[in-house]
């Protein structure tokens, strides 16, 4: 709790609040494993909603030989830790804080298509907002596998697929949601694109869906990038 600072003359002047007052009210101090070792949620069969947005930065690479895509991607996460809350009024106005990530619970996502990881550590940081919403940005460099069709050429047009699911956690654990449709995600690229090889980006397409394989039943979301030989 903050508490008031008063002046020599008795007036109260302006609230004295710390992000460690924050801290103390949740405990992050001295018990990190309940936030950090368990998917953070009260009852085990309730499912952990995970919202992404994927939005393409740059087209590195297009290896038609390989069958490689090499895309710059900025991927944004969020979803709720049911163990934290707190009330800003009490706290000055503070909605949210930036905190070290190693702290927290963090879903295990993975893009089904990738062949190497990227080299790049991810940030070290994570948001957290007094509702529990915790969002996480990473910026990275993904080489994935892509089945082109090299036979329309000159008039190549391709279609590559970013396919995000958890590692190890079902759909009655993970469940994954897109944060933007189609139309949305391919208007934001194209303000955000900075360079794109030899290739011309035309859109992103966006899906859902549940993956069995092997009586074993995952959620995921499907980003489709489409690009053209310029």
């Given at each position: 709790m903050c508490l008031d600072v008063f002046a020599v003359d008795g007036e109260s002047s302006e609230r004295n609040c710390s992000y460690q007052d924050l801290l103390n009210h949740l405990n992050l101090t001295k018990n990190k494993e309940l936030f950090s070792m368990i998917r953070p949620v009260k009852h085990y069969k309730t499912p952990t909603m995970v919202t992404l947005d994927v939005l393409?930065?740059?087209i590195l690479d297009v290896n038609e030989k390989d069958q490689q895509?090499?895309?710059?991607?900025?991927?944004?996460m969020w979803w709720n830790n049911e163990f934290i809350s707190w009330e800003p009024q009490e706290f000055c106005g503070i909605e949210k804080v930036s905190l070290p990530a190693d702290l927290f619970w963090k879903p295990d996502i993975t893009i089904e298509e990738m062949t190497e990881k990227d080299k790049a550590p991810p940030s070290p940081y994570l948001v957290v907002t007094n509702n529990g919403t915790i969002e996480m940005t990473n910026d990275q460099v993904i080489i994935s596998t892509c089945r082109m069709h090299v036979y329309k050429f000159p008039f190549?047009?391709?279609s590559c697929n970013l396919s995000f699911k958890s590692v190890v956690h079902s759909d009655e654990e993970i469940l994954l949601e897109q944060h933007q449709n189609s139309s949305k995600i391919t208007e934001s690229t194209k303000k955000l694109m900075r360079t794109q090889y030899e290739w011309l980006f035309m859109n992103m397409k966006v899906d859902k869906k549940i993956d069995n394989n092997f009586n074993f039943s995952q959620s995921t979301v499907i980003y489709t990038v489409s690009i053209s030989d310029t």
């Open positions: 393409l930065y740059a895509l090499v895309p710059y991607i900025w991927l944004d190549d047009i391709q």
